[in-house]
């Protein structure tokens, strides 16, 4: 259980609380989720009948996003688009994506005495979030993940701002792991000579979709750019995934990236810092199971040259998460919590096993993609 939260011992909370109208006698909150990022609080208020009316209220990391105002922006113009199409489509815009609560004087957000954003948003209830995939959830949030590609198709990507500075950008990745190699400030450079040769191997590869969007076979879309299973919520009735959460890095981007990042997460059984590589194995079978998913719930959206792109997008998203984490290790681990000092190389380690194991199997990757894209 969360400990009760009292917002009159915080006078920030309390601040932003009373900047609400609720349709309810507010009660409290408490800290609620598993993220690390923005500061989340369950806001519970008590009608005089029926049941307790909640929202969630998140104040924005400024470290994070130094442009809330410009995230928040995205956040209204993507969510107001999504309204509209689930409209159209006969949908419940209530469940099917996030909505926000405008203050009293009719903002989409608060903003603290120290400068903190801060937005509310209805509860969706009957749902759940997880941390784990079976292959049915799996499938499920690929979907949920498809279909939020094809709900906004047509929306005009390049209005969007970059809330995350060149976040899936694979070849200022890979500038970014020369320079901490070339500097080599912690002196672990020697140490780590084949992940070094691993990534340098593939220099060429970090270009590929970029050309690709550059020569005009890629479009640029929008993008969620954080497509992990516990950013749908799932509905408990169903089972299905219901809404997208977590909009904050979602942006122009590639949607080959998004299919991606979600196989990078979910095509594997082991620990993400595994150390005993032989327990690291991509599984075509996931792969295959969120493919069809994923073209199920794009419903016919995606280009001839996205389905193409698509098993390159597994490969360079997991790459580009690699090479992250082994530029931080360069660097000190300044980026990347860590528990114990090799962690980061660890994680490294197991995402480079994956992209062998996709290349040694980047046939039947395509073969499954042109399965279900028929």
């Given at each position: ?198 990534v340098q191997d593939r220099k060429a590869?970090c270009s590929v979709c970029l050309q ?163």
């Amino acid at each position: 259980m969360n400990t009760p939260y009292i917002p009159e011992n915080d006078p920030i909370v309390a601040e932003v609380l009373k900047a609400y109208d609720f349709p309810a006698t507010l009660l409290g909150a408490v800290r609620y989720g598993q993220g690390h990022i923005n500061d989340t609080f369950c806001v519970i208020c008590q009608p005089q009948e029926g049941d307790a009316v909640r929202f969630i209220l998140q104040g924005l990391s400024s470290a994070a996003f130094p442009h809330p105002e410009e995230l928040m922006e995205n956040f209204v113009g993507i969510t107001s688009f999504l309204r509209e199409k689930i409209i159209a489509a006969g949908g419940d815009p209530m469940r099917e994506t996030l909505s926000l609560v405008k203050t009293r004087d009719g903002k989409d957000f608060y903003t603290d005495a120290n400068g903190k954003v801060w937005r509310l948003t209805p509860f969706i209830e009957n749902s759940d979030c997880f941390q784990k995939a079976t292959p049915e959830l799996f499938e499920a949030s690929a979907r949920t993940f498809g279909r939020f590609q094809k709900l906004l198709d047509g929306f005009p990507a390049e209005t969007l701002h970059e809330t995350i500075y060149k976040f899936h950008d694979t070849e200022n990745r890979y500038a970014n792991f020369e320079k901490a190699l070339a500097e080599d400030k912690m002196g672990r450079a020697a140490a780590v000579a084949a992940e070094v040769k691993f990534v340098q191997d593939r220099k060429a590869d970090c270009s590929v979709c970029l050309q690709a969007l550059r020569d005009g076979k890629l479009p640029l879309r929008v993008t969620h750019n954080d497509t992990k299973l516990n950013n749908i919520l799932v509905d408990r009735t169903t089972h299905e995934g219901i809404c997208v959460i977590d909009l904050d890095t979602t942006m122009p981007g590639l949607s080959v990236n998004d299919f991606g990042d979600s196989i990078r997460f979910g095509a594997n059984h082991s620990a993400e810092d595994e150390k005993d590589l032989s327990k690291v194995n991509f599984d075509i079978e996931l792969y295959e199971a969120f493919t069809r998913g994923f073209l199920e719930g794009a419903a016919g959206g995606l280009t001839e040259a996205e389905l193409e792109y698509l098993p390159w997008g597994a490969r360079l998203m997991t790459l580009e998460c690699g090479i992250r984490f082994l530029t931080d290790y360069l660097e000190g681990d300044n980026y990347f919590r860590i528990h114990y000092p090799e962690q980061n190389l660890d994680r490294c380690r197991t995402q480079f096993k994956l992209v062998h194991d996709m290349e040694q199997q980047f046939d039947a990757m395509h073969a499954v993609v042109a399965k279900y894209a028929k």
